[in-house]
């Protein structure tokens, strides 16, 4: 896959929108000088060849009641049946991301979660899928870091 070509106004964009994606397209063109429509189809440009893939929300869950976070990995009983377990995990709205990976685990997978009795009750769905031989579970004491705009600023600005 080739790698897109940014300017430098493209880069201010993505700058601006990976502060806040709900900056308006007329306070960023404000900012940099050129019109609303500028902004516009470039955003739209950069959405067409798959820079941007829409964009986020960002909620407080500790305030919504779920700050237990757990992170479990996930031993199948056979690799062929990755597909399958994975599509079991995702009809369980607790988890929140799952990856595929080498070592100690085939699947690693992070749930968000009320409580301890709350993760309990998820842990017990995971384990009960079929094709899963068992599973360890890591209690977050905290989540310390969890900035992607650090990152994406970082790459942009290597582009």
């Not at 308006?24 to 516009?40: E, M, N, R, Y």
């Not at 964009?55 to 062929?80: Q, R």
């Not at 685990?105 to 079929?130: G, P, Q, S, V, Y």
């Amino acid at each position: 896959m080739a790698k897109v070509k940014l300017d430098e106004i493209d880069h201010q964009i993505l700058d601006m929108l990976i502060d806040n994606t709900r900056t308006p397209f007329t306070d960023i063109a404000k900012k940099l000088l050129i019109s609303a429509g500028t902004v516009h189809v470039r955003v739209r440009k950069m959405e067409e060849s798959g820079i941007i893939k829409g964009s986020s929300l960002t909620l407080d869950y500790v305030k919504l009641g779920y700050s237990f976070i757990a992170y479990v990995g996930i031993f199948l009983e056979k690799t062929h049946q990755t597909k399958f377990v994975l599509e079991r995990l995702t009809e369980i709205p607790y988890v929140t991301v799952a990856h595929i990976t080498t070592g100690k685990f085939n699947i690693f997978c992070k749930i968000r979660a009320r409580d301890t009795n709350h993760a309990k009750n998820i842990i017990f769905k995971i384990d009960d899928i079929e094709g899963i031989s068992r599973t360890e579970t890591m209690i977050s004491l905290e989540e310390s870091i969890n900035d992607k705009k650090r990152l994406m600023h970082t790459i942009f600005n290597e582009l």
